[in-house]
């Protein structure tokens, strides 16, 4: 019997390291497959256990002794490490987490991009144009891109191996990367988040929406290159799908109808009454406006008594006043009091999740009315520091020293520098484009007027837009005008350069203390350590 026994365990030890090595390789003949094998490994297993039942005495003995013991625990050991390993990958592979350990997070895509690829309603196809060595330069990209939307599919074609569809791509360059969705496509050429984000919000908003800058009363001027031009905001703009043009009212009838959001940036003298008549037949049909209203203090700004009234109507105050800001945040920027900075944001979509500093240079209180005007209630945006107040006496500035004095009517802060409000539209809209469907992602949402109201004009202006997120904030306000909410987050990062720059003298000292200073001293502690025990 015992003899038998003996067989049976060779015969089965031999087919479970056959069926092992048949998985390995498979042999030439037809007939055979994993499910073969795997018939096979199972009754090399029970034979396996028929011989260890049959000489069960002598495996009992065995595991008697100290050896046998430690030996098995040690194996247990290393089967639940392998165990744990194997589970580890296992699950890595389906819930992957990545970390950006870079200061400004360069490599990370930004709420915005993000924000956008969660809310894609269908699938978007990137499709890469390049040879094959260049392949990865885009697929660490886009590999964020599917990462945070599983409707993000990427595939990589290398035009001298697949001209067909090159041609049918109207391949013009290499490394071009097409996008797809719902049947309309858009081209870029470059690995930036920026360009591909803009690429994909194209492609999904579809046909541009205009933006029109009102001229012809001191506005800022979004194709000027100055400190107070807005070129910067202007090139802004095409990165979430908007084109601009300026607008000089006084020159026609009414806004044209192909207006999205009008923006008043800073006038220095009011507006005539009929191009207030034709502003207040826009926004009653759905139009949106933006004003931003700078203090009537500065030099040539009569005021703007039409306008401010306008604000008023939509149950905003345009305070006559100059907000400062007695903190110190603004000596972190190298300004005065007269730059205060804003780190508060009430709830509102265009302040959601937005925790960046903005500064406003020279800024009037832009409050909303409590119970507000007309049925329509507006809600604050941006809030000033409590050591901030709204200075009354503007004719005080000019003497240098400032301080609050609630004897002349100033007001403690924090004071509300911006503010928001939407309506139903109250009179019919224009007749939809004919380029949108009703089904179509450039189908007009419901007509709605909105309003906002900020108390500076040069918070995105060339001179200030660079502070903390005054560009973000402009564009998120735009964004929320234009009803793409879905566009409203912190924009992409720019990385910053964090080389550093040594003189010769200062590398050769680093060259010493590596090659020799440093090697120098763990062999004199060697040395001395040899010594000792010597």
């Not at 506005?219 to 807005?230: L, V």
Request: charged share 20%; glycine share 8%.
């Amino acid at each position: 019997m015992a003899k038998i026994t003996n067989v049976i365990g060779w015969v089965g030890t031999v087919l479970v390291f056959g069926a092992f090595a048949a998985r390995l390789y498979t042999p030439p003949w037809g007939w055979w497959s994993d499910r073969y094998a795997t018939y096979v490994a199972w009754a090399g297993l029970a034979a396996v256990l028929v011989y260890m039942a049959g000489q069960w005495r002598d495996v009992a003995n065995f595991y008697k002794g100290r050896g046998a013991r430690y030996g098995t625990m040690s194996l247990v050991s290393i089967v639940v490490f392998v165990a744990i390993l194997v589970a580890v990958n296992y699950l890595s592979t389906r819930q992957n987490k990545r970390w950006d350990l870079t200061e400004n997070q360069v490599y990370s895509l930004s709420d915005q991009t993000i924000k956008f690829l969660k809310d894609l309603k269908e699938p978007v196809k990137f499709t890469v144009f390049d040879r094959e060595t260049n392949f990865d330069r885009f697929r660490d990209r886009l590999d964020e891109f599917a990462y945070h939307s599983s409707n993000v599919q990427a595939e990589y074609v290398d035009p001298d191996r697949e001209p067909g569809r090159a041609k049918a791509a109207q391949l013009q360059a290499y490394g071009t990367v097409l996008v797809e969705y719902a049947g309309r496509t858009e081209r870029v050429t470059s690995t930036d988040e920026q360009a591909l984000a803009n690429a994909l919000i194209k492609a999904v908003t579809g046909a541009a929406k205009k933006v029109y800058f009102t001229q012809g009363h001191g506005e800022k001027d979004p194709a000027s290159t100055e400190r107070t031009g807005y070129s910067t905001i202007a090139g802004a703009l095409a990165s979430d799908n908007f084109a601009f043009e300026p607008l000089v009212l006084a020159q026609q009838k009414d806004i044209p109808a192909d207006a999205t959001v009008v923006v008043i940036a800073g006038p220095t003298i009011d507006f005539f009454p009929a191009e207030m008549t034709a502003l207040t037949n826009y926004v009653a049909r759905g139009g949106k406006v933006m004003v931003l209203l700078d203090p009537a203090s500065k030099p040539g700004g009569p005021g703007q008594p039409l306008l401010t009234q306008f604000l008023m109507d939509w149950g905003i105050n345009a305070g006559n006043d100059v907000v400062l800001d007695a903190s110190g945040m603004g000596q972190m920027l190298g300004t005065d009091a007269s730059v205060p900075l804003a780190a508060q944001y009430p709830a509102h979509p265009i302040s959601e999740g937005f925790r960046v500093v903005t500064g406003y240079p020279l800024a009037r209180s832009m409050t909303n009315l409590e119970g507000g005007s007309g049925g329509h209630i507006a809600q604050p945006l941006v809030n000033t520091s409590p050591q901030s107040w709204a200075e009354a006496d503007v004719a005080s500035l000019t003497g240098g020293e400032v301080a609050f004095n609630a004897d002349k009517g100033d007001k403690q802060g924090p004071i509300t520098l911006g503010a928001a409000v939407s309506a139903p539209a109250t009179a019919a809209p224009p007749a939809p484009s004919g380029n949108a469907s009703p089904d179509s992602p450039d189908s007009q949402p419901k007509p709605e007027s909105r309003v906002v109201a900020i108390g500076d004009s040069d918070f995105a202006a060339n001179l200030g837009v660079g502070i903390g997120g005054n560009r973000d904030f402009f564009m998120n306000a735009l964004n929320w005008l234009a009803q793409q909410e879905n566009l409203i987050a912190i924009r992409p990062r720019e990385p910053q350069d964090r080389r550093l720059t040594l003189t010769a003298d200062q590398q050769q000292r680093i060259m010493l203390l590596c090659l020799f200073i440093i090697p120098g001293l763990v062999f004199a502690s060697g040395v001395y350590t040899w010594w000792r025990r010597r």
